[in-house]
Nanobody, 124 residues
Framework: HVQLVESGGGSVQAGGSLRLTCTVS????????MGWFRQPPGKERERVAR???????NRYADSVKGRFTISQDSDNTLALQMNNLNDDDTAMYYC???????????????????WGQGTQVTVS
């Protein structure tokens, strides 16, 4: 089954940057898509960005376009580079993955085979 572990969260001042990473097993070559989503305090989970591998394409929430970049860093690692952070970016961030052939398409927050435990990002 799919296992994911997020890291890289922390506290940062407004205008700063953070880089989140997600280590996945099995390798990304087994995946149809992967994505990041977040849950701000007291709010519902929301999409942030997702990456499709063949053919390669990505999608971003309007709120993060131009500031966040999703990328594959290695055979097992997905990254989210977050720049120019603001208070609205404070949330628990989760990584999700959908395997090839599973029928999942990463189109919504529950459209994944599995997701990690999350990493907290706090902007002040």
């Amino acid at each position: 089954h799919v296992q994911l572990v997020e890291s890289g969260g922390g506290s940062v001042q407004a205008g700063g940057s953070l880089r989140l990473t997600c280590t996945v097993s099995p390798a990304i070559a087994s995946m149809y898509c992967m994505g990041w989503f977040r849950q701000p305090p007291g709010k519902e989970r929301e999409r942030v960005a997702r990456l499709y591998f063949e053919p390669a394409s990505n999608r971003y929430a309007d709120s993060v376009k131009g500031r966040f970049t999703i990328s594959q860093d290695s055979d097992n690692t997905l990254a989210l580079q977050m720049n120019n952070l603001n208070d609205d970016d404070t949330a628990m961030y989760y990584c999700g993955a959908a395997r090839r052939g599973s029928g999942r398409t990463c189109s919504d927050t529950d459209d994944y085979d599995a997701w990690g435990q999350g990493t907290q990002v706090t902007v002040s």
